[in-house]
Structures are given as C-alpha cells and as structure tokens.
C-alpha cells in the first residue's frame, strides 16, 4: 500500500503510524526522523537542515524532495509501498511525488488527515519524550514509559525534542498552517482523503485508521 499521514504537529501521526507498520510490515519514512539523523552526524543534508528544524520551519522543498525520490527506488518501497509520516508538507512536495509515482506507474492508494485542534497538539507536545537511541515516541502521562526516563524497547534514554518547547512549537503549527493546512483540500480534491478524528484515544484512533484503511 501507499499511504500518507497528514496533520498538525503532535497530532499523533508518528504513534499511529508506528503501530500501522508493525502490524502490516510497510515500509515507514518518517522525514522528521530522517532529519534528526542527518543533524546529529551533521552531514551535509543535517548542517543544511539544522536551522530550519531547530526554528520550527520547514525545510526547502527542494532537499526534501531529493531525499524521497532516493528513498522511493530502494527496494523495500518498490515491493511493498509506503507509509509517509511528515511528507509531504507542501503543495510543491506533493506535486513532486505526483510526478514521481505516475513515471514509475503507481499510484496513492490512502491519505489519512489527522484532525486536532491546535490547543490539543500544544497540550500532548509538552510531555512527549522520545528515545534517542530507537525514536520510539512516549507521553509523560498518556503513554508513560515503564522504567521512567527509559525506553521499553531498547532502554535507550527519553529526552525532550528541542522543538518540542513550547516556542518552537507554536513557529511549527505557524508553518503548518501557511503551508501545510492547504494539502488538505488537495488530496481531498483527488478523492483519496480520509478524515481521523485525532483528540480521541491512542486506541480509538487506532481503530478508526484501521478501519479507513480497510485493514480490520
Ligand atoms: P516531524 O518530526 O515530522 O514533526 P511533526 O510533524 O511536527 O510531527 P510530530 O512528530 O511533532 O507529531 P506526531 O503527529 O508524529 O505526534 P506523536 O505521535 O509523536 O518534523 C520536525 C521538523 O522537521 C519540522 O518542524 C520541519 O522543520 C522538518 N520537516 C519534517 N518534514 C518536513 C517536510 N516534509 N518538509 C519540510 N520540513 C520538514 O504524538 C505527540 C505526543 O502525543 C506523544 O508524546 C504521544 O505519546 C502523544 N499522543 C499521541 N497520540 C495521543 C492520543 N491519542 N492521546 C494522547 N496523547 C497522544
């Protein structure tokens, strides 16, 4: 399958997106992870990124575009699809992947919009703790880890994100809706756009996107 995950920061896009992948095994591409990465050995996509995420701004188009279109020909992609977690966040990123996937014959089958109110995404923000070791995302009291500070899958240790606080996140919705809110009615316009209702339990998402994506 391939399937986007569209929405505001903190709506919950990464914790569904996970549980999607272990549970059918597609491949994820989580592009904020890719740019942590890319920080942190400070190569050159992670120097060229590095403000922009620190700041809460999205990355030029044309740097992301190049490292999807390399993601997209590895060979986990060409047999079994995609599942998009931060991608596209721009009308030109998602016309770039339009292109992309009508050269190589195949098409979208599924973009899930994850609808918070933005009071909602500040509030879940402020606990998230995340494990630097594996990324596995925790909420200091939605979704605690067992061991405080350490994560259940790698005992790794949680920190916050740098964009996590509370300015940063307010520049990350900011940008969310000047560029991102309009892929909305793109996709809606294509008539693959289905709506999740993102303030509900992690559970009751769960369900509702399984559901949408016909995978009960
Ligand atoms: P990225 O890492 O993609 O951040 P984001 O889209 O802002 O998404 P988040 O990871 O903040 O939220 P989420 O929806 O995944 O929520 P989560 O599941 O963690 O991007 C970071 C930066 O990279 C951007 O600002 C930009 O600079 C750059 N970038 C990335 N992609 C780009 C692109 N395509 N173009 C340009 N720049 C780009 O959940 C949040 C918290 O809530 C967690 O603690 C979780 O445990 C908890 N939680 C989850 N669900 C629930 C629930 N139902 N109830 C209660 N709590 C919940």
Redesign the pocket.
């Known amino acids: 399958m391939r399937i986007i995950f569209l ?1 505001p ?8 997106a996970k549980m999607i992948q272990d549970r059918t095994g597609i491949p994820l591409i ?4 890719i ?1 942590r990465a890319a920080i942190q050995k400070q190569d050159e996509i992670g120097k060229a990124a590095e403000t ?2 620190k700041t ?4 030029p188009d044309d740097m ?1 575009i190049k490292i999807i279109m390399r993601r997209l020909t590895e060979p986990d992609c060409q047999q079994k699809g995609f599942l998009f ?6 009308i030109a ?1 998602a016309e770039a992947l339009d292109h992309e996937m009508s050269a190589q014959g195949t098409k979208l089958d599924a973009v899930l919009y ?1 609808k918070i109110p933005d009071e909602v995404a500040i509030a ?2 402020s ?3 995340t494990c630097r070791k594996c990324d596995a ?3 200091i009291v ?2 605690p880890s067992k061991v405080p500070n350490h994560c259940d899958l790698c005992q790794g240790e949680l920190y916050q994100r740098d ?1 996590d606080k509370t300015e940063v996140m307010q520049n ?1 919705l900011i ?1 969310y809706h000047k560029k991102t809110a309009a892929l909305v009615e793109y996709y809606q316009q294509k008539g693959i756009l289905g709506y999740i209702d ?1 303030s ?3 559970e009751g ?1 769960l369900q509702e996107t399984l559901r949408t994506l016909n995978l009960q």
């Open positions: 929405g920061p903190a709506a919950g896009k990464g914790t569904q989580v592009m904020g992870d740019l922009y995420v809460g701004a999205l990355v992301i977690d931060g991608f596209p966040r721009t990123q994850y879940r923000i606990g998230r703790r995302v925790y909420h939605n979704k964009d990350r940008a993102a509900q339990s992690i998402i």
